[in-house]
Structures are given as C-alpha cells and as structure tokens.
C-alpha cells in the first residue's frame, strides 16, 4: 500500500501585494490565484479515488476525471507559465518563480495519481478478477 500523503498545495489566495509589491499597505484586495485553485479541487477530487468507503470503479473514475482535467491544465493554464518560465518576465501573476512552483505541485499531483493506481487500485482490481491487458492481447488478428 502506498504512503498517503496529501498534495500540499500552497495557498490558492493572492493579494494585491503579490501583483503589485508597491501598492500602498491599505490594499487588502484578495484574488482567487486560478491556477492553484484548480490543482486544489483535483486534489479533493483525487482524495475521493482514496477513500475505500467509495465503490472500486468509482475511485477509478476519479482518477480518470482528474487525469482529463489535468490534460486541460497544461493545454490552456501553463502556456502562459511556461512563456514566463521561457522569458524570465512577470505578466501579473505569471513569473518564472510561479512556473516553477507550480510545475512541482502538478508533478506531485501526478506523482500521487499513479501511487493510489499503482498501489492501491490496481491491486483491488486484480483481486475482483479485473485486469490490464495490451491492445495486441486483445486484438488476435492484430
């Protein structure tokens, strides 16, 4: 069985300070930082996959669901981080240092993804007669 560790995902807050450093200290502005929003409900969503209270299937499809999301993620949420990452410049929240932050919560998130297929779903799956077999196996005239 695997380590259940949670993917410990920063604060999905920003202030005003944190886009504008030389705002005045009165700016008690908070922003909802999207990105990090996003990897924290796929994480909530994955701690479902866990939970053995929830039919075996079930778990599978919530892995299944933030694998998907996660495609989304780097399709459309990390170009912008990515262009940041490749140019060293700060566009608002986008800097060099958020890319880089970012990349190792999403490759924890990943990482954890294939432990809890790995070691736990997999497993369970075998013991219910279910298992993984290659499109060749499948396929007698291929």
Not at 107 to 123: G, K, T
């Amino acid at each position: 069985m695997s380590e259940r560790v949670r993917c410990r995902l920063r604060n999905p807050t920003v202030t005003m300070s944190d886009i504008a450093p030389n705002s005045p200290p009165t700016s008690r502005l908070v922003f909802l930082d999207r990105d990090r929003s996003i990897l924290a409900f796929n994480a909530r969503v994955m701690d479902l996959a866990r939970r053995p209270d929830v039919p075996l299937l079930e778990r599978l499809r919530y892995l299944g669901i933030v694998s998907s999301n996660l495609d989304e993620f780097f399709e459309v949420r990390m170009a912008p981080q990515l262009t940041a990452h490749k140019t060293n410049e700060q566009r608002g929240l986008y800097t060099a240092q958020g890319y880089t932050a970012l990349s190792a919560e999403v490759h924890e998130l990943v990482r954890q993804q294939y432990a809890i297929y790995n070691d736990e779903l997999l497993p369970l799956l075998e013991k219910k007669g279910i298992s993984r077999s290659s499109s060749t196996a499948r396929c007698s005239h291929c």
